[in-house]
């Protein structure tokens, strides 16, 4: 059974920083082969896509809302996928999901999420 499972939300006030963490188990192959994503979702909006650190060669794309403030990483070792999340403000409020694909295939794996709230 594939579990996605996120980690690391919490308040932080506007400007602070944060880094959330995503662990992986039962995939069929090794964690290094998936692609991981990070997506989130505030209330009444559409869940957007935020960023992502691919299999092979590892290259990395973000949206434009977070580019400059966020950074996503992997340690394969650990199966983990991380945000670091960096000057956040209101509207990064959300539930963040990190998801898991190989070869484009969109396997809609998904984790339960963490919710991020930057308020002051």
Same mark, same amino acid.
């Given at each position: 059974?594939?579990?996605?499972?996120?980690?690391?939300?919490?308040?932080?006030?506007?400007?602070?920083?944060?880094?959330?963490?995503?662990?992986?188990?039962? $995939? &069929? $192959?090794?964690?290094?082969?998936?692609?991981?994503?990070?997506?989130?979702?505030?209330?009444?909006?559409?869940?957007?896509?935020?960023?992502?650190?691919?299999?092979?060669?590892?290259? &990395?794309?973000?949206?434009?809302?977070?580019?400059?403030? $966020?950074?996503?990483?992997?340690?394969?070792?650990?199966?983990?996928?991380?945000?670091?999340?960096?000057?956040?403000?209101?509207?990064?409020?959300?539930?963040?999901?990190?998801?898991?694909?190989?070869?484009?295939?969109?396997?809609?794996?998904?984790?339960?999420?963490?919710?991020?709230?930057?308020?002051?």
């Amino acid at each position: 059974q594939v579990r996605l499972v996120e980690s690391g939300g919490g308040l932080v006030q506007p400007g602070g920083s944060l880094t959330l963490s995503c662990t992986a188990s039962g $995939f &069929i $192959f090794s964690f290094s082969a998936y692609d991981m994503s990070w997506y989130r979702q505030a209330p009444g909006k559409e869940r957007e896509y935020v960023a992502v650190i691919r299999s092979a060669g590892g290259s &990395i794309n973000y949206a434009d809302s977070v580019k400059g403030r $966020f950074t996503i990483s992997r340690d394969n070792a650990k199966k983990t996928v991380y945000l670091q999340m960096n000057n956040l403000k209101p509207e990064d409020t959300a539930v963040y999901y990190c998801n898991a694909d190989r070869n484009g295939m969109r396997l809609n794996y998904w984790g339960q999420g963490t919710q991020v709230t930057v308020s002051s």
